[in-house]
T-cell receptor, first 110, second 114 residues
Framework: DAKTTQPTSMDCAEGRAANLPCNHSTISGNEYVYWYRQIHSQGPQYIIHGLKNNETNEMASLIITEDRKSSTLILPHATLRDTAVYYCIVRVQYGNKLVFGAGTILRVKS | EAGVAQSPRYKIIEKRQSVAFWCNPISGHATLYWYQQILGQGPKLLIQFQNNGVVDDSQLPKDRFSAERLKGVDSTLKIQPAKLEDSAVYLC????????????FGPGTRLTVL
C-alpha cells in the first residue's frame, strides 16, 4: 500500500518554480523516495530519487528533510508541458516494487 | 535507445471476450512489469518478471488474467474472459535488473470492456 500523502492538486504559473510536497512519516531507513510523473495519455516517467541527501538532475531537485519524514520536488522553471500527475513513492532498495498512490495533479498556467 | 513498446494502443471488446496485450521492453532489460491503471488512480502492479521467471504475481487475478515471457524478452498479458471492471490502461515497464534500477514505462494499452 502507498505510504505517502500528497495534495490532490496544485496550480503553478508558467516560468515560476513548482514545489510539490510529499509526506512519508513512516519511511524506514532503507527506503528511497522516488518521484515519477504521468502526462496525459502517456506512461509514467521517472524524474528523480533520493535516500537522505538532496538530489538534483536536469529535470528537477529533490529536497528531503533531515528526519526523512517529508520531501519536496522542485521544478525550477515550470512550463505548460510540466502539467501532469506527480507521484511520490517510497520504495525499498531490494525488489524494485513501486506502489503508486493517487498523486498530485499539477496544472501549469500561462 | 528505443523505449518500451506496447500494442495495441487501444482495444474495445465486449464482456466475456478475450484480449491480449503485447510488450517489448528496452533491449537488455531483464525485469519486466505489467501494471493496471484504472481511471483516476495510480498504476497497480499485476506481475513482475525477472528474465522469464515470475518474481511477483500476488496482485494478478489468476482466474482470468495470465502473462508470459517465454524467451525472457517480450511479454504477453491475456484476459479471458473480460469483465466490465477490467476497463483500464495496461502499462508495461522494464528495468535493467531486479534490484535498484529505474523503471521505464511504455505508453500503455487502453482497454474498454462493453
Amino acid at each position: 500500500d502507498a505510504k505517502t500523502t500528497q495534495p490532490t492538486s496544485m496550480d503553478c504559473a508558467e516560468g515560476r518554480a513548482a514545489n510539490l510536497p510529499c509526506n512519508h512519516s513512516t519511511i524506514s531507513g532503507n527506503e528511497y523516495v522516488y518521484w515519477y510523473r504521468q502526462i496525459h495519455s502517456q506512461g509514467p516517467q521517472y524524474i528523480i530519487h533520493g535516500l537522505k541527501n538532496n538530489e538534483t538532475n536536469e529535470m528537477a531537485s529533490l529536497i528531503i528533510t533531515e528526519d526523512r519524514k517529508s520531501s519536496t520536488l522542485i521544478l525550477p522553471h515550470a512550463t505548460l508541458r510540466d502539467t501532469a500527475v506527480y507521484y511520490c513513492i517510497v520504495r525499498v532498495q531490494y525488489g524494485n516494487k513501486l506502489v503508486f498512490g493517487a498523486g498530485t495533479i499539477l496544472r501549469v498556467k500561462s | 535507445e528505443a523505449g518500451v513498446a506496447q500494442s495495441p494502443r487501444y482495444k474495445i471488446i465486449e464482456k466475456r471476450q478475450s484480449v491480449a496485450f503485447w510488450c517489448n521492453p528496452i533491449s537488455g532489460h531483464a525485469t519486466l512489469y505489467w501494471y493496471q491503471q484504472i481511471l483516476g488512480q495510480g498504476p497497480k502492479l499485476l506481475i513482475q518478471f525477472q528474465n522469464n521467471g515470475v518474481v511477483d504475481d500476488s496482485q494478478l487475478p489468476k482466474d482470468r488474467f495470465s502473462a508470459e515471457r517465454l524467451k525472457g524478452v517480450d511479454s504477453t498479458l491475456k484476459i479471458q474472459p473480460a469483465k466490465l471492471e477490467d476497463s483500464a490502461v495496461y502499462l508495461c515497464a522494464s528495468s535493467r535488473d531486479f534490484d535498484t534500477d529505474t523503471q521505464y514505462f511504455g505508453p500503455g494499452t487502453r482497454l474498454t470492456v462493453l
